[in-house]
T-cell receptor, first 117, second 110 residues
Framework: DAGVIQSPRHEVTEMGQEVTLRCKPI?????LFWYRQTMMRGLELLIY????????DSGMPEDRFSAKMPNASFSTLKIQPSEPRDSAVYFC???????????????FGEGSRLTVL | QQQVKQSPQSLIVQKGGIPIINCAYE??????FPWYQQFPGKGPALLIA?????SEKKEGRFTISFNKSAKQFSLHIMDSQPGDSATYFC?????????FGKGTRLHILP
């Protein structure tokens, strides 16, 4: 399997523009997580899905952020309008349920580095 | 109660030394404690994990020590190598909840 695939790897945009980040989880995984990583705050959980259904979006910073998972093989994280403080690396991770539970091992993508000017 | 506190933020060790990274948690409901390793430009990857019913787990040069009564756990890297230079995250997990520490940037000098 190719692992979790994220695109774009790098995105530079201007304040006010819409940003869409994409994720393809590992086939067969039924959990999908979106994280944001910054030096100051580390890894922050934004939202996660189980079987394409959003379970907990309490980490989404504000209404400018939205996430969807229309099917088991695709998810998007959208920021509209973007602001400089949204600059970070955004990770998607997927997992499956085993003896360790649903989040026993998260498989992360390589991330999307977002810079908002 | 959901926090996992990790220290130090950064660490520099000579090759062959034993870096130690410490974590503390508050919620006793957590029942699984993984460590993730992240190299520059990559996503974190599971390195080693422990359950609270054991006090130590060793995999190769990596050892987790777990103190349930103190609600603390730590990662030790034996005979550290420059290739171990990375960011290390501890985490605490129960069911579909996983809370990460803020990470430790480790640099092993050649």
């Amino acid at each position: 399997d190719a692992g979790v695939i994220q695109s774009p790897r790098h995105e530079v945009t201007e304040m006010g523009q819409e940003v869409t980040l994409r994720c393809k989880p590992i086939s067969g995984h039924d959990y999908l997580f979106w994280y944001r990583q910054t030096m100051m705050r580390g890894l922050e959980l934004l939202i996660y899905f189980n079987n394409n259904v959003p379970i907990d979006d309490s980490g989404m910073p504000e209404d400018r952020f939205s996430a969807k998972m229309p099917n088991a093989s695709f998810s998007t994280l959208k920021i509209q309008p973007s602001e400089p403080r949204d600059s970070a690396v955004y990770f998607c991770a997927s997992s499956f349920v085993d003896h360790r539970g649903p989040a026993g091992e998260l498989f992360f993508g390589e991330g999307s580095r977002l810079t908002v000017l | 109660q959901q926090q996992v506190k990790q220290s130090p933020q950064s660490l520099i060790v000579q090759k062959g030394g034993i870096p130690i990274i410490n974590c503390a948690y508050e919620n006793t409901a957590f029942d699984y404690f993984p460590w993730y390793q992240q190299f520059p430009g990559k996503g974190p990857a599971l390195l080693i994990a422990i359950r609270p019913d054991v006090s130590e787990k060793k995999e190769g040069r990596f050892t987790i020590s777990f103190n349930k009564s103190a609600k603390q756990f730590s990662l030790h890297i034996m005979d550290s190598q420059p290739g171990d230079s990375a960011t290390y995250f501890c985490a605490a997990n129960r069911d579909d909840k996983i809370i990460f520490g803020k990470g430790t940037r480790l640099h092993i000098l050649p």
